[in-house]
């Protein structure tokens, strides 16, 4: 079966840059495109009515798109019906056993999010692969491709898992990799209550060793597959990772999948990065199958 990924084409104004992202990726793992219309049925009864009598319409929406379509990457369309768009994406992607689920940049500021809903963050939870989402105007530089790929690597248990994805995925593309590790010892991070000044010391020089270790094993795990280099911030992640976003042109960072009570937690550092930092981000939630271009 060919390898599958899948575009979003919602909002209409986002899906060209999504088109674009997904398109360089497509190139680099040698998969197919299935381009998703979600019809937003309001009664579950009537969605196979509801999405027959727009499917027409959105077939020939999502067709224009297509016209003419990425070079060498061979696209299809599908129209779905659900509950939700998230809902739809999700049961899209399960059907193609897609690697991939790309979405374009969010047009809505932090309070509309509040009101309306987060796509992405809620397309992410329990996505049943990977999410990447592209920024706003890629469509309009994608000629550029995507020389630099960037991985943040936290030192948990999917460190090595997210790494090997990005080898693969910067492989693929011809790019250059840059590994970052955010180390949390600046002032204002909380540190346990009961060190005194030295075992403060000793405890930030110990996550600085520890950061230094988890990126020289980094180096020796890429190997000679990319030209891989190495930065270590000190900061809260938020704000680390999306200055260091700045620096390159898609971003591979993991996410812990806390399930429906503590979904609140996996948009803490995921959510901030995904909404505000300039790049492409790819997001890969913790226990799901590696996307396209992966190492394995």
Do not use: K
Request: hydrophobic content about 50%; aromatic content about 2%.
């Amino acid at each position: 079966m060919p390898r599958t990924i899948i575009v979003a084409a919602t909002p209409p104004e986002a899906a060209p840059d999504a088109l674009a992202l997904a398109a360089d990726l497509a190139r680099a793992a040698d998969a197919r495109l299935v381009v998703a219309g979600v019809a937003v049925a309001p009664l579950m009864v009537e969605r196979a009515i509801y999405a027959d009598a727009q499917r027409g319409a959105m077939e020939r929406e999502l067709g224009l798109l297509l016209e003419p379509g990425p070079a060498g990457v061979a696209c299809t369309v599908s129209v779905v019906a659900s509950h939700s768009v998230t809902r739809g994406l999700h049961r899209l992607a399960e059907q193609e056993q897609a690697e991939l689920l790309v979405l374009g940049p969010s047009h809505r500021g932090a309070v509309l999010r509040a009101f309306q809903g987060d796509l992405m963050l809620s397309t992410l939870h329990d996505s049943p692969c990977p999410l990447a989402v592209a920024p706003a105007g890629y469509a309009d530089r994608a000629a550029a491709g995507i020389p630099v790929v960037g991985v943040a690597l936290d030192g948990g248990e999917e460190s090595d898992r997210v790494l090997d994805h990005a080898i693969g995925l910067a492989d693929g593309l011809g790019a250059a990799l840059r590994i970052v590790h955010v180390a949390t010892t600046s002032e204002g991070q909380r540190l346990p209550p009961w060190l005194d000044p030295i075992g403060t010391s000793r405890y930030v020089q110990a996550v600085h060793d520890a950061g230094t270790t988890l990126l020289e094993d980094a180096l020796t795990r890429a190997g000679d597959r990319v030209e891989a280099t190495t930065v270590m911030l000190d900061g809260h992640p938020n704000e680390a990772l999306v200055d260091f976003a700045a620096g390159v042109n898609l971003l591979v960072m993991g996410s812990r999948a806390y399930g429906t009570v503590g979904r609140v937690l996996i948009g803490t550092t995921a959510g901030r990065v995904l909404h505000n930092a300039p790049c492409a981000v790819l997001i890969a939630p913790n226990g799901v199958a590696l996307p396209a271009g992966s190492a394995a």
